[in-house]
């Protein structure tokens, strides 16, 4: 096999060479794999993203433009040279300088994968009968070693393809993160960098032009991805989602939650879904001809459509269409859980709970200085079953921290364990408040009934508790001025809440959800008021009897559902 060696020529934005974000883009050039984020896509995949995104030998792939924005050793970029290759030919082989040079840009930050898959791309040609001096002329002109968020590209793309890096941005130089920010408009809150990639090579998509990615799911529905959901939103269309969770698409087994979406240049219509297909060369290539075919496949396939996914910065909804109407039916009828008098909201974090928590009656301070605890094991049976924890209360009933100098108990105790204390980044950042917990504790919380809830759960766990407890922060909770608290755990036990919870939160390894508060606050709520006082009293009833039945009795009244409505709190599989 002839092998030609590639000239290291790398065109990469130009920064004066003083410039901290230059440093920076070459410090993330030699980075580890886990530093830049790099997984690998089986081939398998690749075929089936680029079948979805229309990149097939039936097409004149040389009139076309491929990108691809971060090829690292070339998983999507070697298949789709083959694809060029293959459609070049049947079109009569003309010229490949002049027809094949500009049908692919590929970009790589990092600079030993790019030199061997420069490698890889010149062997790859020059397998196909292309001289060793048109090959190492073509991958010249493909491939780019530079970083595709700051790196000019000339022109627009009919195809964008890949698997964008998964970088968290504490990994990220300062200088550079603050370039990118300054660049990019999605990247919003803790946004993984795989945001302004998509951000970016949707900007570069021609008209009718499809970008194919394989990345984490996170964004459709959490807070950081709402810019880039209202950009999709505003501007493009969501023709493709498969769910490929729990799915061996990559080489290694990785943590992230995998989705496959074909987001297009063109007027929106519905979004074609899929959810965890077999990593089968065979099995994805007719789902794909299913999923790209004009019109839907019979339900046997396994496809669906739906209409109105993308809502402006709003989470998508990628489940069941009766679930989707249901939910946009409440959304229209009702008040949000919090404009119906109730309060969501999460436990304390101290930040060092060895030295702020431990068994009530140990806790040597004033007893103004401390407060019964509630933590998730407590209510494991489904019903408080305190062991006995407490945590220090450092704050006075307003808020503010109390003088230590009027609590000697207290002092001694914090004084103690100054050093655990003190070294956390809340006490570091106030050194003369270096004894306060993360959140403030308000005591009068203790004392009003609530709902306990955890975070993770298969199932609502929703957990009355009579006003005694603080709650720990790894439980949410939910107290109401106007609802009656029994009540409302009646409507949090039935199907609405993993209704709402399962529709806008993302679904973590093993089926279980996130009953984060901003989840929970997606509940819609009758007001109190506007309740029957029957209908009232056998929601209390329901709840007080931990009937589960009975409460989705009460409230397919309560919400006046529809028989099909009461179907969709478990789905129809459409």
């Known amino acids: 096999m002839a092998t030609a060696t590639i000239m290291p020529v790398l065109r990469q934005p130009s920064f004066p060479a003083f410039c901290p974000v230059t440093a920076a883009v070459d410090a993330m050039a030699d ?12 081939r398998e995949v690749v075929d089936f993203i680029l079948d979805l995104s229309g990149y097939t030998v039936d097409r004149p792939l040389h009139e076309l433009r491929l990108l691809e924005p971060s090829f690292g050793l070339g998983d999507f970029l070697l298949p789709a040279i083959d694809r060029l290759l293959a459609a070049w030919r049947a079109g009569g082989k003309p010229d490949p300088l002049a027809n094949l040079g500009n049908a692919i840009c590929a970009v790589e930050l990092h600079r030993a994968s790019m030199a061997r898959t420069a490698i890889s791309v010149v062997d790859r040609l020059i397998q196909e009968g292309l001289s060793a001096k048109v090959a190492e002329a073509l991958a010249d002109r493909w491939l780019t070693q530079g970083d595709f968020l700051l790196t000019e590209l000339q022109g627009r793309f009919d195809v964008v393809v890949g698997n964008p890096p998964y970088v968290r941005q504490e990994l990220i130089p300062d200088a550079l993160m603050a370039e990118y920010r300054a660049r ?29 990615f394989i990345c984490s799911d996170r964004w459709m529905k959490n807070r950081y991805g709402g810019p880039l959901r209202a950009l999709v939103a505003g501007g493009y269309h969501l023709k493709t989602y498969v769910d490929m969770v729990n799915t061996p698409a990559f080489h290694a087994e990785v943590v992230a939650y995998p989705a496959i979406t074909i987001i297009a240049r063109e007027k929106a219509t519905g979004t074609r879904i899929a959810h965890r297909p077999p990593i089968d060369r065979a099995a994805l290539g007719t789902l794909a001809a299913q999923m790209t075919a004009k019109r839907l496949p019979d339900m046997s396939s396994g496809v669906r459509e739906l209409q109105g996914v993308t809502v402006g910065a709003e989470p998508w909804i990628l489940e069941s269409s009766d679930q989707l109407a249901l939910v946009r039916r409440l959304e229209a009828e009702f008040p949000a859980i919090e404009d119906a008098g109730c309060k969501v909201s999460i436990g304390v974090a101290t930040g060092a709970d060895k030295a702020f928590i431990g068994p009530y009656d140990a806790l040597d301070v004033e007893p103004s200085r401390k407060l019964p605890l509630v933590m998730t094991r407590d209510i494991d049976s489904g019903e408080v079953a305190w062991r006995g924890f407490g945590v220090i209360n450092p704050f006075a009933d307003d808020g503010r921290l109390v003088e230590l100098a009027k609590f000697p108990k207290l002092r001694r105790y914090l004084e103690a364990r100054r050093d655990q204390i003190a070294r956390r980044h809340v006490a570091q950042k106030a050194p003369v408040n270096w004894y306060r917990t993360i959140d403030r504790i308000y005591p009068a919380i203790a004392a009003k009934p609530k709902l306990l809830i955890p975070d993770i759960k298969g199932e609502a766990h929703v957990v009355y508790e009579a006003g005694e ?11 109401s001025e106007s609802w009656n608290v029994r009540a409302l755990q009646a409507v949090l036990l039935s199907g609405i809440a993993r209704l709402f919870v399962a529709i806008y939160s993302t679904q973590m390894r093993g089926g279980y959800l996130r009953f984060q508060a901003q989840y929970l606050r997606r509940i819609r709520l ?3 008021g506007k309740v029957a006082p029957a209908l009232q009293r056998e929601l209390i009833d329901a709840a007080e ?3 589960v039945a009975a409460c989705n009795r009460a409230v397919f009244k309560l919400y006046g559902l529809s028989d099909t409505e009461q179907a969709a709190l478990g789905g129809n599989g459409e």
Do not use: M
């Open 469 to 479: 407890l603080y709650p720990h922060h790894n439980l949410y909770f939910i107290t």
């Open 545 to 547: 009897q931990q009937d």
């Open 184 to 212: 990019y408009r999605t990247i919003y809150d803790r946004a993984d960098i795989y945001v302004p990639f998509i951000e970016r090579s949707l900007s570069l998509l021609a008209k009718g032009g499809q970008c194919g």
């Open 526 to 528: 009758p007001e109190w």
């Open 31 to 42: 980075a580890g794999i886990e530093e830049r984020g790099a997984i690998f896509t089986r």
